[in-house]
C-alpha cells in the first residue's frame, strides 16, 4: 500500500466582516504572516502537496497563494501543485468535504485542504481513529494546520480512516 497524507488548513487570520461580504474578506496583515509561515512550516516538514484543494473564498485563496510562495522556496525544483478551487468547500459541511476527499485519484499521495471552521476542525477530528479520538472537538485556530495519513485509497476516506500525526498553529 502506498501511503497517503492529507494537510488540513483552516485559513489565516481574516479582517472582521463589517460592510464586507464574508466570501470577500481578505486576510489582515498577521493573517498574511501567518499564512507565509504556514507554508515555511509545510516546507520545512517536507509536506509537499500534489494537490490543493481550496475554498474560493477571497481569505482562503490568499491563504494559500501566502503559503505556496514560501513553499516553494523549499520545493527544490518540484513541481507546482494542481489547484483546484472547489466552491462546495465555501460552505461545506464535513460530508461535502469527504465526498471530494473520496474523488482524489489514487495516483496523488499528498492534499492540501485549505477551508474554514467548524468544517476543517470538525473533518479533522473525524478523521481521528478511535485509538486516536477522545472525544473532544480539535478546534483549529486561524492558520491551524492537521496532517492526517493513511495507507488506504482516498475512495475509503471516511470517519476514522486517518491518523493525526502532526498539529501546528503557524504564527509568523
Not at 25 to 49: K, N, V
Not at 51 to 74: D, E, F, H, K, Y
Request: proline share 6%; glycine share 6%; with cysteine.
Amino acid at each position: 500500500m502506498i501511503s497517503r497524507t492529507l494537510i488540513v488548513l483552516r485559513h489565516a487570520k481574516a479582517e472582521t466582516p463589517g460592510d464586507l461580504v464574508d466570501f470577500d474578506r481578505a486576510l489582515t496583515e498577521r493573517g498574511e504572516s501567518d499564512a507565509d509561515a504556514a507554508g515555511a512550516w509545510l516546507a520545512d516538514e517536507r509536506l509537499h502537496p500534489e494537490l490543493v484543494l481550496c475554498s474560493p473564498a477571497r481569505r482562503t485563496r490568499q491563504t494559500w497563494q501566502t503559503a505556496a510562495i514560501a513553499l516553494a522556496q523549499g520545493e527544490n525544483g518540484r513541481p507546482s501543485p494542481e489547484v483546484r478551487y472547489e466552491e462546495s468547500l465555501y460552505l461545506a459541511g464535513r460530508t461535502e468535504v469527504f465526498d471530494l476527499l473520496r474523488l482524489v485519484p489514487d495516483t496523488i499521495r499528498t492534499v492540501l485542504l485549505v477551508g474554514h471552521n467548524p468544517t476543517v476542525s470538525e473533518v479533522s477530528a473525524l478523521l481521528l481513529p478511535d485509538d486516536q479520538f477522545s472525544g473532544t472537538v480539535i478546534e483549529m485556530k486561524t492558520a491551524g494546520l492537521a496532517v492526517h495519513t493513511s495507507e488506504e485509497p482516498w475512495s475509503a476516506t471516511q470517519p476514522g480512516a486517518m491518523r493525526l500525526t502532526r498539529r501546528h498553529t503557524a504564527r509568523g
